[in-house]
């Protein structure tokens, strides 16, 4: 099942186009995910859609979770060594945006890293790991854009503002149901950048996996149903290349998760 916002309505996503979801499920998607995963089964009346209406499928999340260094790629380039438990930060919920849209360049360095997205659909505390899985009901892609002149500006360092300008967290295409993948702890990852490949790995090369970040936060917060968990980005960022390598006007970035889905977003210049 793979259930998405477009143009303001809560849809289906079949091979045929979109099926509007019924209101009762619509008013309380997680909720009622289970009887929405019935009705998806046997649900008709596809139409033609335009990929340019779909909007974020968690458009007013409660939480966003974010994990820092969570591929051995990634903390090599970036100088660190493995961490001994997840670094988590947070993106507001006002920097989400749909899987094709145009975002606006602040002044700065703005970064790319595609990521993994899980989805909670039910609320949890206190998860033991080998339920971690159990509070998740779907995946996405997202990517955490970033800001790194004022993300890494302060000492210690603070990502949440610099991650969190409009635009800096697409998400989409859909909710993908568990169901539909043969193993979500090894997806392939793909982000390409005027169509060179900038990043390639796959989740099960994370240090953390989902049902560790379940665990993990589930110790601090309570998990709410639509919250996101942003899972971390491979190797291959912008900020850590030589010559650096950032986002400019006109650029597009593809975000390709393997069973999950496509992103596609183009960049300008923030209008004073």
């Known amino acids: 099942m793979r259930i998405a916002r477009l143009a303001g309505r809560t849809v289906l996503l079949t091979d045929g186009g979109a099926v509007d979801v019924p209101a009762p499920y619509a008013r309380d998607l997680?909720?009622?995910w289970d009887d929405l995963l019935d009705w998806s089964r046997s649900a008709t009346g596809a139409r033609p859609y335009d990929e340019t209406e779909l909007e974020a499928p968690v458009p007013a999340p409660r939480q966003i979770f974010a994990v820092a260094l969570n591929y051995r790629p990634h903390t090599a380039e970036a100088?660190?060594?493995?961490?001994?438990?997840?670094l988590v930060f947070t993106k507001f919920a006002s920097c989400l945006t749909g899987?094709?849209?145009t975002v606006e360049l602040p002044t700065g360095h703005v970064d790319w890293e595609l990521e993994l997205v899980a989805v909670i659909g039910r609320e949890a505390r206190r998860v033991p790991v080998e339920k971690g899985w159990e509070p998740v009901v779907a995946l996405t892609v997202g990517q955490d854009l970033?800001?790194?002149?004022?993300?890494?500006?302060?000492?210690?360092?603070?990502?949440?503002?610099a991650k969190s300008?409009?635009?800096?967290?697409?998400?989409?295409?859909a909710l993908v149901s568990l169901d539909e993948l043969d193993d979500p702890d090894n997806l392939e990852l793909t982000c390409e950048l005027n169509g060179e490949r900038v990043q390639h790995d796959r989740t099960a090369g994370m240090i953390f996996p989902v049902p560790h970040l379940v665990a993990h936060l589930?110790?601090?917060?309570?998990?709410?149903?639509?919250d996101l968990i942003f899972t971390g980005t491979p190797a291959g960022v912008g900020n850590r290349r030589v010559p650096q390598r950032f986002l400019t006007p006109g650029d597009e970035l593809v975000s390709r998760i393997g069973g999950?889905?496509?992103?596609?977003?183009?960049?300008?210049?923030?209008?004073?």
């Open 218 to 226: 589930s110790e601090f917060c309570t998990l709410l149903p639509g």
């Open 79 to 86: 100088g660190y060594e493995e961490p001994d438990a997840p």
């Open 30 to 32: 997680f909720a009622r």
């Open 99 to 101: 899987p094709r849209t």
């Open 260 to 272: 999950v889905g496509e992103m596609r977003h183009r960049f300008r210049r923030a209008t004073p």
């Open 146 to 161: 970033s800001e790194r002149i004022a993300q890494l500006a302060g000492r210690p360092a603070q990502f949440s503002l």
């Open 165 to 173: 300008h409009p635009g800096f967290g697409p998400v989409g295409p």
